[in-house]
């Protein structure tokens, strides 16, 4: 998972920005590699989903506060009853979804409880 | 800048209108509003339509020129203007032309909104509503529109204490104001129970909780505020008009239980017309969700941070309440024809404060507030009008 840092405000982005909106011309960018480590700030369980994601129906979504700071959107990889806010979660790399009839599958961060994840 | 007054209003019945085009829609609002204007086509100087995604939906872009031909103006080359902001292009279209009779550019401005989306199969419509979201780092990984306001309420439930009972009230209300309302899609009343027992979309949100797929359109006509008696016996002023953005992902934001992008918009219109929020006497709000219900009468003002849920609960949202919300039915009862809403929500406004509303009119109501969103709250537009 890669990001940006800027050098100037200390201030972490995921995804990368080119541009600190802290510093605007005065920032220093440099690329971040992330743990991927976050905190669970909310979540659901979607039962509808759009057409690409129907088979993966009943699945969970959460806003996740990496420890860098940043937030980002994703599914965390659990049964229903085990999602928590709070809950500690790590990056795991899985299928994202299948795109149309022709079934394209395509692969990206997903997220798994941590319990013991520092 | 000169003062604005609404002159005219028409909106169509809202419902799966799979007997008429988006062009059929058109003519019959445009036809209604121009009608209750009493303006003849020669006066009207532009137009601005509200349409979110008319290439999704019907396949048909262009929607500016499509609607003043079909509205009969095609031979007076008039300006016509398709604006885009998701669900709130109605709103937005609403504001554009507000500026534009404001600016003293023109005088005679029809603001209209429209929306066919039952041609296509819920699948493709709930695809082309999750355009409103952040394609790349929200649909990407899964989200749905349900889903970002699903976790909305989670979290406010968690930080204020809201019940899945309050947020269904918001439901059982709009239900309760819809069925007065001739042009809503539902007219049945529904219970609590009825609402707990929906299906899951997106945990905690049910089938009971989300605004419903609409055909629909509305338009109302627009005037400087010193002719506006030359046209009608009861032009209602806009007081303000007001729009602010805020990052499109829901997890940029500073706080995921308050849409920033309505307190700003909210401040900026009070602090236009020189109100408060306890000046309001009936409003019309964004609930494409209930729990989009709950965030609004808060983020603008109406009740505290996190008591909107037991606000709603006791009765003070209701037609008789604090400050009415949602007579119209809301976008839950009414419907969610996405680009018309913002403009259906000014003509309900306008029908209270002429005291035109029917079984659902609100005693004395003389100002009154439209609040539309886009997305998830990348985009909000909030309209006061007074009598
Ligand atoms: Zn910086």
Not at chain 2, 141 to 153: E, R, S, V
């Amino acid at each position: 998972m890669i990001g940006t840092h800027c050098k100037s405000c200390g201030e972490y982005y995921f995804p990368p920005r080119t541009l600190c909106p802290n510093c605007r011309r005065t920032g220093q960018m440099e690329e971040h590699k992330f743990r991927g480590t976050g905190t669970v700030i909310t979540y659901t369980t979607i039962y509808s989903a759009t057409e690409d994601f129907e088979r993966l129906t009943p699945y969970n979504l959460a806003i996740i506060q990496l420890d860098e700071g940043p937030k980002l959107t994703g599914q965390v990889v659990c049964s229903p009853e085990n999602m928590k806010i709070g809950m500690r979660v790590r990056p795991v790399f899985r299928i994202l979804g299948k795109e149309g009839e022709r079934g394209i599958i395509y692969y990206g961060t997903k997220f798994a409880p941590a319990e013991d994840a520092p | 800048m000169r003062a604005v007054s609404i002159i005219g209003v028409g909106c169509t019945r809202f419902g799966e209108r799979w007997d008429s085009s988006l062009r059929d829609l058109v003519v019959e609002t445009g036809i209604a509003a121009i009608e209750d204007a009493g303006v003849t086509g020669e006066t009207i100087d532009a137009l601005y339509v509200g349409n979110m995604s008319g290439g999704r939906f019907v396949e048909q872009e262009h929607i500016g020129a499509l609607i003043a031909d079909y509205a009969g103006l095609s031979s007076l080359h008039i300006p016509s203007t398709r604006v885009e902001a998701a669900c709130a292009s109605g709103g937005l279209a609403l504001r554009e032309a507000f500026l534009a009779v404001a600016s003293g550019y023109a005088d005679i401005v029809i603001a209209a909104g429209v929306e066919k989306m039952t041609d296509v199969s819920s699948g493709v419509a709930a695809d082309a509503l999750a355009a409103a979201a952040d394609r790349e780092w929200e649909c990407f990984f899964g989200a749905t529109f349900p889903a970002l306001y699903a976790m909305i309420a989670r979290l406010h439930m968690r930080k204020y204490g809201t019940t899945r009972e309050q947020l269904a009230q918001v439901a059982v209300k709009n239900h309760h104001h819809g069925h007065m309302n001739p042009i809503a899609q539902y007219h049945t009343e529904i219970s609590v129970e009825d609402v707990m027992n929906s299906p899951l979309v997106a945990d905690p949100l049910r089938v009971l909780d989300c605004s419903p797929i609409t055909d629909g359109a509305a338009a109302v006509v627009l005037a400087p505020s010193e002719i506006a008696s030359r046209y009608s016996d009861t032009p209602i002023r806009i007081l303000a008009s007001a729009q602010a953005s805020d990052s499109l992902a829901l997890h940029d934001r500073r706080d995921i239980t308050t849409l920033d992008s309505t307190v700003h918009a909210a401040k900026r219109a009070f602090s236009q017309a020189r109100l408060t929020p306890e000046e309001i006497d009936v409003a019309e709000v964004h609930d494409c969700f209930t729990i989009g219900e709950i965030l609004a009468i808060e983020d603008l003002g109406f009740f505290p941070k996190g008591e909107g849920g037991i606000a709603t609960e006791e009765g003070r949202t209701s037609i008789g309440g604090d400050v009415a919300v949602n007579t119209s039915g809301g976008l839950k009862a009414c419907g969610h024809p996405v680009g018309a809403t913002g403009i259906k929500q000014a003509c309900e406004i306008v029908l209270q404060l002429r005291g035109e509303a029917g079984k659902r009119q609100v005693d004395e109501a003389e100002i009154g507030l439209t609040h539309n969103v886009g997305g998830s709250g990348g985009t909000a537009l909030v309209h006061i009008l007074s009598r």
